[in-house]
Nanobody, 125 residues
Framework: QVQLQESGPGLVKPSQTLSLTCTVSGGSITTKYYYWSWIRQPPGKGPEWMGVITYSGDTYYSPSLKSRASISRDTSKNLFTLQLSSVTPEDTAVYYC?????????????????WGQGTQVTVSS
């Protein structure tokens, strides 16, 4: 079965770049027709879809984050990454990576989706 795991620093200072990695096992990130998303959930708020990279390497982003977010992949290592620049305390959240057959616009899990367990990222000085 497919497993995803997020990793990266748990603390980031304001104005710096948040960088996370999603390592995938049990399946290839190039397999048709899967989409690989980043979702986050700030404390006390609902989940927010951030962006996605497709099986072919195309990227799409939430309009609210498009100017700051960048998703990349390394097919040789079967992983994809998230970079979020110019972070503020409002970017504090649990960050998830997930696989689905399309962007997870709602940020909500579906039966056929696979999610990582999430990683807490706190933006603070």
């Amino acid at each position: 079965q497919v497993q995803l795991q997020e990793s990266g620093p748990g603390l980031v200072k304001p104005s710096q770049t948040l960088s996370l990695t999603c390592t995938v096992s049990g399946g290839s990130i190039t397999t048709k027709y899967y989409y690989w998303s980043w979702i986050r959930q700030p404390p006390g708020k609902g989940p927010e879809w951030m962006g996605v990279i497709t099986y072919s390497g195309d990227t799409y982003y939430s309009p609210s984050l498009k100017s700051r977010a960048s998703i990349s992949r390394d097919t040789s290592k079967n992983l994809f990454t998230l970079q979020l620049s110019s972070v503020t305390p409002e970017d504090t959240a649990v960050y998830y990576c997930a696989r689905a057959k399309g962007p997870i616009y709602s940020g909500i899990r579906a039966p056929d989706d696979y999610w990582g367990q999430g990683t807490q990222v706190t933006v603070s000085s």
